[in-house]
């Protein structure tokens, strides 16, 4: 039995992986020059615009998928954040804690890279899967503290 519980770690984990994606789809943009970056407004439809005129339809294409994928990430934070607060709350073995969070970080990891590589829709479904997967484990941690708090007397 593990007596250290290292999943608090997976929150600020889980932020800074997902922040990679992000500085890496803003390298994409900019061309690796702060002189093609409007950090000022750089969501608006011209900057985009000019972006897509600029570069070539396969390198759009990869912004517009690791942009994605950081997207993914800010979305699925608070389902990683609920199984950490959760399974803490309810007193989930630590053990299991780590194990069930470090391989949400692996799989979401796995989803980031499929995200921004995959290009043909006919192995997309991989990226599908490994996305599953990573929502599958924090539920199942969010369920045994369901379980927990459910059946206390």
């Not at 943009?29 to 570069?55: H, I, L, M």
């Not at 997207?71 to 709350?89: C, D, H, R």
């Not at 796995?110 to 899967?129: C, G, H, N, P, Q």
Request: glycine letters at 4%.
């Amino acid at each position: 039995m593990v007596s250290t519980n290292y999943s608090i770690y997976s929150i600020p984990i889980y932020f800074v992986m997902n922040s990679v994606a992000h500085l890496y789809s803003t390298i994409i943009f900019s061309g690796g020059s702060a002189k093609n970056f409007d950090n000022a407004n750089p969501k608006s439809t011209a900057v985009r615009e000019k972006f897509q005129k600029r570069v070539s339809a396969p390198t759009y294409a990869r912004w517009e998928r690791a942009r994605a994928a950081h997207n993914n990430g800010n979305e699925n934070f608070p389902l990683l954040i609920a199984a950490v607060v959760l399974g803490n709350m309810a007193g989930l073995d630590a053990g299991t804690m780590n194990w069930i969070l470090g391989a949400v970080l692996l799989t979401r990891a796995i989803y980031v890279l499929a995200y921004i590589e995959i290009t043909d829709r006919k192995w997309s479904f991989l990226r599908t899967l490994v996305y599953n997967v990573s929502v599958v484990q924090c539920l199942w941690i969010i369920v045994k503290a369901a379980n927990v708090f459910a059946y206390q007397k």
